[in-house]
Structures are given as structure tokens and as C-alpha cells.
């Protein structure tokens, strides 16, 4: 082998080198920072606040002119997505305040489990108010875990 070669030889062997070791401090160094952090959640997180209010202080200027600006060129964004929510949360308001003037004298039980405490009501479409399926709690997360699983969004938990 001439010295090129070697030299070669030599960079290839330690790049593999290099990476093998790169990977092993990572993992380590990944475990350390899980550690630390699980030891000191509760400073961290207080820590982190003061940063975050010493920032705002210090650049409260600087973040008003950013959310005058940014509300300037979004106005119609966010007033249109401020009138979505504003129909969608009195939608489901009304619709739960309809059912429940309804149904109040009603004694509801679990349609999975008979059970006839803590019932909630649920709604499959905010549009048919008093369209509702009685669940206890459980049952009722339950429902809305295998709705959410099968990405059916439309389903609100009430
Ligand atoms: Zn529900
Ligand atoms: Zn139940």
C-alpha cells in the first residue's frame, strides 16, 4: 500500500469511526437531557416562563408593531375565522341547552352499559338539537376515541 492509499484507507476507517461514536453521544447525551429534565421539570418550566416574560417586556415594542402588521394583512382571515367559531360555539351551545331544557325530567341510562350516573348527552349533529344518545362518561370518551380513530372529525364531544 503507498502512502495515498494508506492515507485513504485511513479517513474512510475513521469517518465510520467518527460516526459510530457521534451516534453512541447522541444517545447518551439524549438520555442525560431526558434525565435532567424529568429532575428539574418544575424549574425549567418556571425558568422558561421568566424568560418568555422578560422577552415580552423587553421587546413589547417590537411585538406590537409585529401583531399590528400581522393583523393588518390577515383582517380578513381572522374575521372570518372569528365568525366560524362564534357560529360553531353558539351552535353547540343552543343545541345543548335545547336538549338539555328537553330532556330534563328524562332518566337517561348508558346505551352501552345501563349505567344511569354522570349521563352525558351526545350529539351526533349540532344541527338536530335534540337528536342525542345518552352515555356515561366512560362510554361517552369511549364513542368519541373510536370516532377520532376513524378521522371523523364532525363529532363533537359534549
Ligand atoms: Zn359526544
Ligand atoms: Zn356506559
Known sequence: MNKKEYMKEYVIRNKEKK???DKIYREKNKEKTKEYYQKNKEQIREKRKDYLKEYVKKNSEKIKEYQKE???QNKKRIQGLRRLYYIKTKK???ARAKAYNYYKDH???CVEC?????IELHHPNYNEPLNIIP???EHH???HNNLKNN???NMQIM
Open 70 to 72: 400581522y393583523k393588518k
Open 114 to 118: 345501563g349505567i344511569d350516573e354522570n
Open 107 to 109: 332518566n337517561f341510562v
Open 135 to 137: 352515555y356515561c362518561k
Open 92 to 94: 353547540e351551545h343552543l
Open 141 to 143: 370518551i369511549n364513542l
Open 19 to 21: 460516526k459510530e461514536y
Open 151 to 153: 378521522g371523523n372529525k
